[in-house]
Antibody, heavy 114, light 109 residues
Framework: EVQLVESGGDLVQPGGSLRLSCVVS????????MTWVRQAPGKGLEWVAN????????YYVDSVKGRFTISRDNAKNSLYLQMDSLRAEDTAVYYC???????WGQGTLVIVSS | QAVVTQEPSLTVSPGGTVTLTCGSS?????????PHWFQQKPGQAPKTLIS???NKYSWTPARFSGSLLGGKAALTLSGAQPEDEAEYYC?????????FGGGTRLTVL
């Protein structure tokens, strides 16, 4: 069974940092592009970043460039999102996704507020 | 970055047929944009229904189909069921980055 489990969401002050993790099971992680998307409260889905199988290509939505870094550890079947210089507008549920069935995790909530 | 457009809301009668569309600010949507369609119900994570224009997954009900129609990507629901009431998002690839549409709220009524 394909499973993606996100963690690391929290309440953080503006300007702070968080590192989200996504542990994957049920498929060959190293064979797939992986993606982070987010959903602000009451809003639609927003693609945030994705990363090639070997980590050699990474893409970001303009609003997070220079602040967020996507990475992966294929030995640990894990995807990460390092989020720095957080802003109120980054408040959202963050989902990781990828794999053979376009699977998604259940999400982790990030709240940026003072 | 490009803007992807969807109908904000649509209504379909039970058993009826409805087509949701997905357009791009950069021009016609082609298979090179690898259109994806997602279904999301309140309080739940998104679920991928369609990938690469028309590829279904084992959990995709047969009544859903994807295509290209009039320069847009399209998701057609034939024989709508009450459980199909949800938000539907399309997503297009732009040479690395993906962009979501704003979503279509589908009501089955």
């Amino acid at each position: 069974e394909v499973q993606l489990v996100e963690s690391g969401g929290d309440l953080v002050q503006p300007g702070g940092s968080l590192r989200l993790s996504c542990v994957v099971s049920g498929f060959t992680f190293r064979s797939y592009w992986m993606t982070w998307v987010r959903q602000a409260p009451g809003k639609g889905l927003e693609w945030v970043a994705n990363i090639r199988q070997d980590g050699s290509e990474k893409y970001y939505v303009d609003s997070v460039k220079g602040r967020f870094t996507i990475s992966r550890d294929n030995a640990k079947n894990s995807l990460y999102l390092q989020m720095d210089s957080l802003r109120a507008e980054d408040t959202a549920v963050y989902y990781c996704g990828g794999g053979p069935g376009g699977a998604w995790g259940q999400g982790t909530l990030v709240i940026v507020s003072s | 970055q490009a803007v992807v457009t969807q109908e904000p809301s649509l209504t379909v009668s039970p058993g009826g047929t409805v087509t949701l569309t997905c357009g791009s600010s950069t021009g016609a949507v082609t298979s090179d944009r690898y259109p994806h369609w997602f279904q999301q119900k309140p309080g739940q994570a998104p679920k991928t229904l369609i990938s690469d224009t028309s590829n279904k997954y084992s959990w995709t009900p047969a009544r859903f189909s994807g295509s290209l129609l009039g320069g847009k990507a399209a998701l057609t629901l034939s024989g709508a069921q009450p459980e199909d009431e949800a938000e539907y998002y399309c997503m297009l690839l732009y040479s690395g980055p993906w962009v979501f549409g704003g979503g279509t709220r589908l009501t089955v009524l």
